[in-house]
C-alpha cells in the first residue's frame, strides 16, 4: 500500500512539471517588462480537436513544457473568443462575439497577427516584435528544434533553407517516438 501511495505522488508531482504556465496577453506583457523573455501565444479554438490534441500531447509533453517555462512567457489566446487586448499601441476586441450561443468571428487580434488556421503559435522576441509562426496540429518532436531554436536565438544565425537543414541535422532531439 505504502509503494502505491508513493508511486502516485511521484506521478502527480511528475506530471505537474509538465504543465505550462499560461497566462493572459496582459499578464505576459506585464511580466516582460520586469524580466524581457520571448512571448509564444497559442492561437486556439475552443472547437477544435486539433487544438486539445495539442494541449494534450504536445503542450504538455515534460521536455516542450520546461523549454516553454524556461524560456517563454506562454499566452493561450482564443481566436474567436471576447479578450480584450491592449497591444502595439492597439486596442483589439472582438465584435462578432456570439458566445456559446453561435459561431463568433475572428478575434481583431487574431486578425492583427495574420492568423488563417487554428492552431497557430507565434513567437514574439523580448520587444514584441514577431519572429515566426507555426501553423497547424504539430507534435512534439515537430515542434522541438522550433522552440529550441527560437529560445536559443539560433534562429538569428538561420537565413537560408540550407542553413536550416544544417541545423536540423545537428539538432539533438530529447523526444523519442
Given at each position: 500500500?505504502?509503494?502505491?501511495?508513493?508511486?502516485t505522488?511521484?506521478?502527480?508531482?511528475?506530471?505537474?512539471?509538465?504543465q505550462?504556465?499560461?497566462?493572459?496577453?496582459?499578464?505576459?506583457?506585464?511580466?516582460?517588462?520586469?524580466?524581457?523573455?520571448k512571448i509564444?501565444?497559442?492561437?486556439?479554438?475552443?472547437?477544435?480537436?486539433?487544438?486539445?490534441?495539442?494541449?494534450?500531447?504536445?503542450?504538455?509533453?515534460?521536455?516542450?513544457?520546461?523549454?516553454?517555462?524556461?524560456?517563454?512567457?506562454?499566452v493561450?489566446?482564443?481566436?474567436?473568443?471576447?479578450?480584450?487586448?491592449?497591444?502595439?499601441?492597439?486596442?483589439?476586441?472582438?465584435?462578432?462575439?456570439k458566445?456559446?450561443?453561435?459561431?463568433?468571428?475572428?478575434?481583431q487580434?487574431?486578425?492583427?497577427?495574420?492568423?488563417?488556421?487554428?492552431?497557430?503559435?507565434?513567437?514574439?522576441?523580448?520587444?514584441?516584435?514577431?519572429?515566426t509562426?507555426?501553423?497547424?496540429?504539430?507534435k512534439?518532436?515537430?515542434v522541438?528544434?522550433?522552440f529550441?531554436?527560437?529560445?536559443?536565438?539560433?534562429?538569428?544565425?538561420?537565413?537560408?533553407?540550407?542553413?536550416?537543414?544544417?541545423?536540423?541535422k545537428?539538432?539533438?532531439?530529447?523526444?523519442?517516438?
Open positions: 500500500m505504502k509503494k502505491l501511495l508513493l508511486l505522488l511521484c506521478l502527480i508531482q511528475v506530471s505537474g512539471f509538465a505550462v504556465r499560461w497566462m493572459t496577453m496582459a499578464q505576459a506583457l506585464a511580466a516582460q517588462k520586469k524580466e524581457p523573455r509564444l501565444i497559442d492561437f486556439y479554438g475552443d472547437g477544435y480537436a486539433s487544438c486539445k490534441e495539442m494541449d494534450k500531447a504536445t503542450f504538455n509533453h515534460p521536455e516542450i513544457a520546461k523549454i516553454i517555462n524556461e524560456h517563454f512567457y506562454a493561450k489566446f482564443e481566436s474567436d473568443g471576447n479578450e480584450t487586448v491592449n497591444f502595439a499601441g492597439h486596442t483589439f476586441t472582438n465584435p462578432d462575439y458566445g456559446k450561443k453561435g459561431k463568433s468571428g475572428l478575434h487580434f487574431s486578425k492583427y497577427m495574420n492568423i488563417n488556421i487554428i492552431p497557430t503559435m507565434v513567437f514574439l522576441d523580448e520587444k514584441d516584435e514577431p519572429i509562426s507555426l501553423s497547424g496540429a504539430l512534439a518532436k515537430e522541438e528544434p522550433y529550441t531554436m527560437i529560445a536559443n536565438n539560433e534562429y538569428k544565425t538561420i537565413k537560408t533553407r540550407k542553413s536550416w537543414e544544417s541545423y536540423q545537428k539538432f539533438k532531439s530529447k523526444i523519442k517516438d
